[in-house]
């Protein structure tokens, strides 16, 4: 089986107004607690609870690489399993929490993530289908600067601290 590639542009942006996300076209807004678990050097595991709605999803996920292209294997699970994978965590991490805001955008779907840790920043991420897509970021979005390369800004290296990352 090939391996599935996740290949995204991500941004750190000034904290949206959340009244414009609310109202954006087609907008979706879940909570997520996601959850490092101890893996082998190179790779990234966690598993995630994703309520939408009222209804909640259960996550697995291995991730390997870094910067815009990373191979991703995920896949849905159990609630028994996903609680039964906890015991799996990383005790260096905490279970990190975050409001996600999905937005249509010109054909590309944008990720809004909003930390509580944060009053003052977001992280944006763009999901792409080859690593030359162009895309566009409204102008309801202030983009500080571009994070994808940048170690500092990945949900596992926020997990390890309750400080926040500076600008």
């Not at 994070?147 to 390890?160: I, Q, R, S, W």
Request: proline letters at 5%; hydrophobic letters at 35%.
């Amino acid at each position: 089986m090939a391996p599935n590639f996740e290949i995204e542009r991500k941004f750190l942006i000034a904290y949206p107004d959340v009244h414009v996300l609310e109202g954006w076209p087609g907008m979706t807004r879940s909570e997520m607690v996601q959850t490092y678990l101890c893996a082998p050097e190179g790779d990234e595991a966690r598993v995630r609870q994703r309520t939408q709605d009222g209804v909640s999803r259960w996550f697995h996920t291995v991730k390997r690489g870094e910067g815009i292209r990373r191979q991703e294997e995920e896949r849905d699970i159990s609630q028994a399993e996903y609680h039964s994978l906890l015991a799996q965590a990383d005790p260096t991490k905490r279970v990190l929490e975050k409001t996600r805001y999905c937005l249509p955008y010109e054909g590309k779907l944008l990720e809004v993530d909003l930390y509580p840790f944060w009053q003052d920043q977001a992280v944006l991420e763009v999901e792409l289908a080859h690593e030359d897509d162009s895309f566009s970021i409204p102008q309801e979005l202030t983009v500080l600067r571009e994070v994808t390369g940048d170690m500092a800004y990945k949900n596992a290296v926020l997990a390890k601290t309750d400080k926040e990352v500076p600008l």
